[in-house]
């Protein structure tokens, strides 16, 4: 029997969707699948956790592909939003539940964003994290081609994550996103954007650049979900001040690591020429957190104070989402499991 991811990329296509959508037998059976998926979580089994983040990315990144595509589903059709709220509920209710007394501690700090950045660095997922020495000192080649595989789903959507943001929010604010924004796509230098420059990291290492669209079931739930993470909270008008947060916690944790992951790829023998993407990050970053934090969070708050609360729901959740990518990734690459992905089909 097909789980709910399965048969929302059946869904896509070349069916007739029009009719598939109105067709009350498959209304019936997706949501008795939305249901098992609640019911899966609330007895605490993990593959529920798997199965609704799975159905969500399937759902996400049809916003995330050319408007002509044919790899989508109406996302605007009821019943699919339908679908996307009853499971985002669910998991927003997980993480409200995790993070509850944390958010309330830091949201009430007299010196918010030193506390914020020693939380940031401080969490599990940070550069401490074994993954990251590993990746630099003793991971072969194909894990460092794994590790650069699984973050697909983010990093290919950066700059449309960013592009989600902007409505509605001027000035000072509105700068510091376009000029984020305006470094992803190369300053206007096709060759420099960052989506060239990842896809070229990707040629090297003999990766798919459309796979993240046409077979996510080769990602682990885990990435998927850090990718769902950002899409919840920049799809969702009203979550927009959440990737806000999510976005200052990316800035801040990148570059360290991408000095470990370009040490590694070099070791394991790619070229420079090669590795653009990774050490413009190592810098670039660095300017895109300070800008993000003074330009775009510190006026936010300080006009908005009631709004902590909200950023630090998009820091948590994403620190929560990264933190499970470290342990997962670092589990496979030590377990040699890394194939058990690579090798899946689509459904
Ligand atoms: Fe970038
Ligand atoms: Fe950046």
Not at 33 to 51: A, M, R
Not at 55 to 82: G, K, R, T
């Amino acid at each position: 029997m097909n789980t709910l991811h399965q048969i929302l990329r059946l869904m896509k296509g070349t069916y007739n969707k029009a009719e598939l959508y109105r067709d009350e037998t498959v209304s019936e059976i997706l949501n008795l699948k939305v249901e098992e998926i609640i019911s899966d979580i609330s007895e605490g089994k993990e593959q529920g956790l798997e199965n609704l983040h799975r159905a969500l990315y399937e759902i996400y990144i049809c916003h995330f592909v050319s408007p002509w595509s044919e790899d989508v589903l109406d996302v605007n059709d009821l019943q699919i939003l339908s679908i996307r709220t009853k499971l985002e509920k669910v998991w927003d209710k997980i993480l409200e539940q995790k993070y509850e007394s944390e958010i309330e501690q830091l949201a009430n700090s007299q010196d918010f964003f030193n506390d914020l950045e020693k939380t940031i660095h401080n969490h599990k997922s940070g550069i401490d994290h074994e993954l990251f020495s590993y990746l630099r000192e003793s991971a072969t080649l194909d894990d460092l081609r794994e590790y650069i595989r699984q973050e697909g789903p983010f990093d290919l959507c950066f700059s449309d994550i960013l592009c989600y943001l902007m409505p509605g929010i001027y000035g000072q604010k509105r700068i510091e996103i376009a000029s984020n924004f305006w470094d992803e796509i190369g300053k206007g230098k096709e060759a420099r954007t960052h989506r060239k420059l990842r896809i070229s990291l990707m040629k090297a290492l003999n990766i798919d650049e459309y796979e993240h669209i046409q077979n996510p079931a080769k990602y682990c739930w885990e990435e998927l979900a850090l990718a769902n993470f950002y899409f919840k909270s920049s799809l969702n008008r009203k979550k927009n001040t959440q990737a806000l947060g999510a976005l200052l916690c990316v800035e801040m944790a990148v570059p360290g690591k991408m000095n470990y992951i370009y040490d590694g790829l070099k070791r394991v023998g790619l070229r420079d020429k090669d590795l653009v993407y990774v050490s413009e990050h190592s810098v670039v970053d660095i300017k895109h957190a300070q800008g993000w934090r003074d330009d775009v969070l510190t006026p936010l708050l300080e006009e908005r104070p009631d709004l902590r609360t909200e950023v630090l729901k998009g820091v948590f959740g994403r620190l929560e989402v990264a933190g499970n990518v470290c342990d997962k990734l670092l589990k496979l690459m030590k377990e040699k499991k890394i194939s058990s992905y690579q090798d899946r089909a689509t459904v």
